[in-house]
């Protein structure tokens, strides 16, 4: 039965039904949270083994640097080739850092805004009108970022292969328009991975903007859960071939492959970036925090050990993400309010509803206890024009708690929808 | 024998004994660095018990917060406590970070320029002619960030007291003039407290600009290495007591109690500058390393019992400073050529010679194998007026290195002085 051609009759049956199902929700009080894409207590217990790698002062020396000492701002040199290995690129362009990448893309952009880029004709801040292109759906934090620092953000669309490249390929030819955010490898919150054609396009790119950032969050670039490893082009070479070496800056984290928030970060650049970058960050920091880089290497150890370890991590999230997409085929697919994709990797379901239903979808959630994103968080100043785009973070939740939140969030969707078509 | 009044017979006997003994030193091929204020491998050594402190999943809870897992901006609570604890202010005053106190501080000034303090009619990148109020000799780490801003750095002179605030009262009656660096106990290099008097004149400070920022670097906030720890005024609640609440940004770290580098940092403030910075900072990541902040924690205890572990670093530091000022007083003294302080905290034994023999001195000790903090770093863009004040940092070198670089500190000193007064 489709909720598009309901009869007055049909409508007030299945309101009334779905209103006492949703009413029965509320009566329990429940407090779940598909909010936030955190790793579940499964998953951090998987890697408790980390937190003695480094027991002693022997442990603390890699290739003649102390890891207990100051020094080595770009990072240990162990460090640097894991993620090297991990990302395909050379270790002389990965400066391994802190704990948080949303730190190092934040630290870019201001970066460029007070000392300006490595071909910046000025410092941002001394710029009137700067835009920046914000592929839509995505990660509500990039986009913080760029409003934070006075960009009108330009919503570019996503297609199943990743930006649409024609209409990028138009808007880089204004000069105002400084860089794009990009989660090539399941984009949050589609999942998409971009395709071959699509990241050659972008490799090359001529923006009329000299300092240009291409800004690569390859956030989830080893996190399948689905199937085997994908590989991946390096961005870094791809750039480089097409003349622009020093435009892209890609990012990483171990924050979803051992503890999040206790993790390390890097970034991978061309090296006349990294010495450009490197200088500046000489001034703000003396060194990252080499121990837990250490740590995670003697964890890690390489490539090949860290998939073995992100298949654990897979058998703990494929339930939840079958959970969540059987659901809605089972309970939402017949009524023709909503598509969604099934993504391989990543961590999130990305939901489109009918338009004008994921605000109302969400308060009714909060109503009965489910917190989820907020409604429009991931389009530009959080305002989805189609009132449609729910991002579902089913990774925190165990599966038993999951199968309520989804529960709970097909009846407030049905209710929506219902109200919406109210006879 | 001093060196002022020499005859030249005096002078060339002198002058062949120093330089004999320095191409002695050169034809050894040392190489030893008393440049940077880092721990001994013995410190280090210190503390590795921090290393198993958390070795189990149920160690990671701190007050219903869990440390493996996102959340919890402004850092886990008892790591705020402890460090209100050992800073004198209240916990809800505390920021616990990662492990850079310099980091939070470049960040504070950055954040002003971009963004603005509390109190700023606009961010500092949209005013021109900004002023930044360096103490000197002071800290070289401190002055590059502001120069790095553009600030013109204004230097004013230290007393044995603290910064002359004669001098920088009158100079805060300039609007442009929008903050000043500080090390308030065991100063950077001089290894001064600031006095009773000193603190309360600068909580009472009356700036012209409406957003001045007194950034209270409060490193050696324990440090002590000769005596018992010396109690210090909560710079929070002074400022606060003269209606300037939101001035002041304090800044502290355990980069030299337990690991450099791999610390925990935090910043105090009043509350509504920490509403204020936590909104900003909430933008540029997520959460620091709580799991570090935990080990920290469990760690260190509290006050009282890092006071215990401060008197081990002590033990270790006193024959290491105790060899320097016993070398200058024995070596130096009597030429009449120098006069330096004899700190009880701190990191650091600060020089002054005759005008004009620093730099080279420092030459000469580099001719010699003895790395040093470079001439006139402790000045505003490394420029020291006299060519006068040379930072010796003896914590990194064990003792009989120590002994062998002093000699050739000395050498290399008398050296410049006899060059100098060249018959």
Known sequence: MGYQNLTAAEWKTEYGKVLAEFEGWKARGLTLNMARGKPGKAQLDLVSDIMTVLTDPDDCMDEGVNARNYGELSGIPSARKLFAEILGCKPSQVFAAGNSSLQLMYDTVSKAYTHGLLHSESPWCRQEGLKWLCPAPGYDRHFKVTESFGFELVTVPMTE????????????????????????KYSNPDGIIYSDETIERIAA???????????WDNAYCIHEFDGEFVPFPDILSLCEKHGNADMV??????????????GVACFAC?????????????????????MNQLRHV???????????????HAAILKPKFDM???????????????????????????????????????????EAGVVMTDAGATFPYGRDPQDSNIRIAP???????????????????KLAALEQAAH
């Open 205 to 215: 790119m001529k923006p009329a903007a000299p300092d240009f950032l291409l800004m």
């Open 395 to 413: 990774s925190l939740p165990p599966v038993e708690e999951l199968e309520q939140a989804m529960a709970v969030f097909c009846c407030c969707l």
């Open 161 to 184: 292969n990743g930006p649409d490249m024609d209409v990028v390929e138009q808007l880089i030819r204004d000069p105002k328009v400084k860089g794009m955010w990009n989660v090539p």
């Open 324 to 366: 969540v997409t059987d659901t809605l085929a089972r309970e939402i697919a017949p009524l023709g309010i909503a598509a969604w994709h099934t993504p391989k990797g990543g961590y999130f379901v990305s939901v489109n509803t009918a338009p004008g239903l994921a605000k109302r979808t969400l308060a009714l959630c909060k």
């Open 270 to 290: 061309s090296e006349a970036n990294m010495a450009y970058l490197t200088k500046l960050l000489g001034v703000q920091i003396i060194s990252f925090d080499k």
């Open 249 to 262: 800056f890609e990012y990483a984290s171990t924050s979803k492959i051992t503890l999040p928030g206790s």
């Open 298 to 312: 003697k964890y890690l150890r390489d490539k090949a050990h860290t998939l073995a370890l992100m298949k654990k």
